[in-house]
């Protein structure tokens, strides 16, 4: 999220992907850790998730999986404890995968307006369509945290900035797509599991952001709905 300064072009090719979401985008590297000896309420779940033996029961090597998942979403504490916020990421995980390749199942994104960017907040996934027509994605984004929520509703990108730094934040956005005020699709260097989530706007990996720019136009349509959970 940012305010709008700069412009440039860029043309990439076009291709349909289901995002393979059992695979992380870097975060910055976490400060070395203890790890925790205690078992957490979602250690069987968590234990599932990662692999490992499903006993319950907190072991040397479960502590330091689940310390590295941690590490490479971003996670705090990193202690290797499976709490409710390590579960929820890997629980959205599941769920973001079990999407496939119809994203747009339910019928909440519009498909009457030609060629619209969908952002399904509940689930963090977005996707570009055409009509009914499914043109890229569905992949995982990064969406706006408690008491910054990315905005809902029908809304049309107006401006555009492949080279954008936000003056509220001073942070790189690049790619932004802006379709709400301060709010824009852009890359960011974080995973896209990385909580609580952005500022507003809907964070994307550099390969996601270069494939909206190469799709995307000043006017063309953005909906934006669902809720993202812990907002």
Not at 6 to 11: F, Q, S
Not at 126 to 150: A, K, M
Not at 154 to 163: A, G, P, V
Request: charged residues 15%; hydrophobic residues 35%; contains cysteine.
């Amino acid at each position: 999220m940012g305010d709008i300064r700069r412009r440039g072009v860029v043309a990439l090719g076009v291709t349909g992907l289901v995002a393979p979401l059992t695979l992380a985008f870097t975060a910055a590297p976490a400060q070395a850790a203890s790890c925790t000896t205690q078992a957490g309420p979602y250690q069987k779940q968590v234990e599932k998730f990662l692999g490992r033996p499903v006993d319950g029961r907190q072991s040397t090597t479960d502590c330091k999986a689940i310390q590295a998942f941690q590490n490479k979403h971003g996670i705090t504490p990193n202690i290797g404890y499976a709490g409710p916020v390590t579960w929820g990421v890997m629980d959205l995980m599941n769920k973001q995968k079990a999407v496939g390749s119809n994203p747009n199942r339910d019928g909440k994104c519009p498909v009457n307006k030609g060629r619209i960017a969908c952002v399904n907040l509940t689930l963090q996934l977005s996707w570009i369509q055409d009509g009914s027509r499914l043109v890229y994605g569905p992949v995982p984004v990064r969406t706006g945290r408690n008491g910054y929520e990315t905005r809902t509703g029908l809304k049309k990108i107006y401006w555009r900035d492949i080279d954008h730094v936000s003056t509220i934040y001073n942070v790189a956005m690049p790619y932004s797509q802006f379709f709400d005020g301060g709010q824009a699709f852009h890359s960011v260097g974080l995973s896209m599991w990385n909580p609580p989530g952005s500022h507003g706007c809907v964070n994307m990996t550099t390969t996601t952001a270069k494939k909206y720019w190469s799709l995307l136009k000043n006017g063309d349509d953005v909906y934006v709905y669902g809720r993202k959970p812990g907002t």
